[in-house]
Structure formats: C-alpha cells, structure tokens
C-alpha cells in the first residue's frame, strides 16, 4: 500500500496531522509535510517538484508502514481537499 500526496492542493487544515503520525504540521509553509514521503517523479523521470513543464509541483508518496493502513487511510479520507490518495498494492486507489 502507498499515499500519494499532493502537497500543492493540501490547504493546511492538518486534519491529517491529526489522523496519522507520518504527516507533520508546516506552519510556515501552512501546509502539512509527509514524513518520509518521497517526491514523485513525471513520465519523462524527472522528479515532479522539479516540474517537467517549468511548473513546480510537490507531489510526494510512501509506502505505508505494515501496521498503519487503517491511520493511513483516514488520513486520506478526512482531507477535506483530496490532496492524499491510498493505493492498493496492486496500484488500485482505495481512497
């Protein structure tokens, strides 16, 4: 299992700070920052934050602790923008 988060879309409500331990609050930035989480790269490799069309984008993903399925994916639901997004390991988004 992964989450993928978008770190552009997050609005900084920190609900997930709340649901799960591996996000953290920015409250400089005023967004919440994913633990860990690794930036993803665009079809081309090169890595998102870098932004393949001049655009920066912060998207980041991790793999989900064993253990912490259930955290990472009330996380996910209770963001209230949709800027985290579950994945089975068969790459099915669950949420």
Do not use: H, S
Not at 1 to 18: H, N
Not at 38 to 46: I, K, L, S
């Amino acid at each position: 299992m992964k989450v993928v988060f978008d770190r552009d879309t997050c609005i900084g409500m920190y609900q997930c700070v709340e649901e799960w331990d591996r996000f953290e609050r920015n409250v400089d930035a005023g967004k919440a920052d994913l633990v860990g989480g690794e930036p993803v790269e665009d079809g081309d490799g090169a890595d998102a934050e870098d932004g393949a069309d001049g655009d920066d984008r912060d998207v980041y993903e991790l793999t989900v602790p064993e253990g912490e399925e259930f955290e990472a994916e009330f996380a996910a639901r209770v963001c209230p923008v949709d800027a985290i997004a579950v994945y089975d390991d068969d790459g099915e988004q669950v949420v």
